[in-house]
């Protein structure tokens, strides 16, 4: 692979990695910290409250992953299996717009094609 490919490689997963960090350690805190809607929403799904922490300390952990070039392509992997949850879950119990707002819906999709996007990348 030639020198400006590669450059081009790293950069673009270094933003697919911040992407999925992003998102991911927002959602985490927010869970952790028992955010109402948070609260809410495992409650919903009737998991509340190991589900929140269950799925709070996981996002953390593929955050963690996704910060180390070593690591990254299990980070996105973790990510990205994680969002097929909460994707499945929005089309099966949610709904999309989830309290009439799709931001969740739409922030899972962000992070799969991040986290996939860096499996691809990353993966050695």
């Known amino acids: 692979m ?11 997963a270094w933003a697919a990695q911040l992407v999925a960090v992003g998102i991911l350690a927002m959602a985490s805190v927010m869970k952790l910290m028992g955010n109402p809607d948070s609260v809410s929403l495992f409650t919903t799904l009737g998991a509340e409250p ?38 499945g879950t929005h089309l099966t119990k949610l709904g999309i717009a989830y309290n009439g707002d799709p931001s969740l819906f739409v922030m899972a999709v962000i992070v799969l094609v991040a986290g996939v996007t860096t499996v691809l990348l990353r993966r050695r």
């Open 2 to 12: 030639s020198e400006p490919q590669t450059r081009t490689r790293t950069i673009a």
């Open 50 to 87: 190991w589900g929140r922490w269950a799925v709070a300390l996981t996002e953390l952990a593929a955050v963690i992953l996704l910060l180390r070039p070593k690591t990254a392509a299990a980070g996105g992997a973790l990510a990205a299996v994680l969002m097929l949850g909460a994707i």
